[in-house]
């Protein structure tokens, strides 16, 4: 099975060179792409959801106090390599707060 993302495509196709060289029964494997699939589509999501909510770049900047520059370096890097007081800031900018929820992981 192949991931496929119009989006992604370059970063699916990594992770398919990754996972064809291991040894994984088809429910691992599915596991590994979902998982990959949503964080993929996590750190893409910080523009789409500023857009969406049609806030401009210059508008979150002051909200964060901060330059327009830096929030679109934060966009383009995404949530995954962001710091949860930035993004914090970031989505206060957008009027969210993060709610955070520990759930225990399935054994």
Do not use: W
Not at 31 to 36: L, Q, S, V
Not at 53 to 82: C, P
């Amino acid at each position: 099975m192949k991931i496929t993302d119009t989006s992604s495509s370059d970063d699916f196709e990594e992770v398919d060179d990754v996972l064809d060289g291991l040894n994984l029964t088809h429910a691992e494997r599915s596991r590994i792409e979902d998982r990959t699939a949503g964080l993929l589509a996590l750190d893409s999501c910080l523009r789409d959801l500023r857009i969406t909510a049609g806030i401009r770049q210059t508008d979150v900047a002051r909200a964060m106090d901060v330059t327009k520059s830096a929030v679109s370096q934060l966009e383009a890097r995404g949530m995954l390599d962001a710091k949860l007081s930035t993004l914090t800031r970031y989505f206060a900018g957008l009027g969210y707060q993060i709610d955070i929820t520990l759930t225990p992981i399935d054994a």
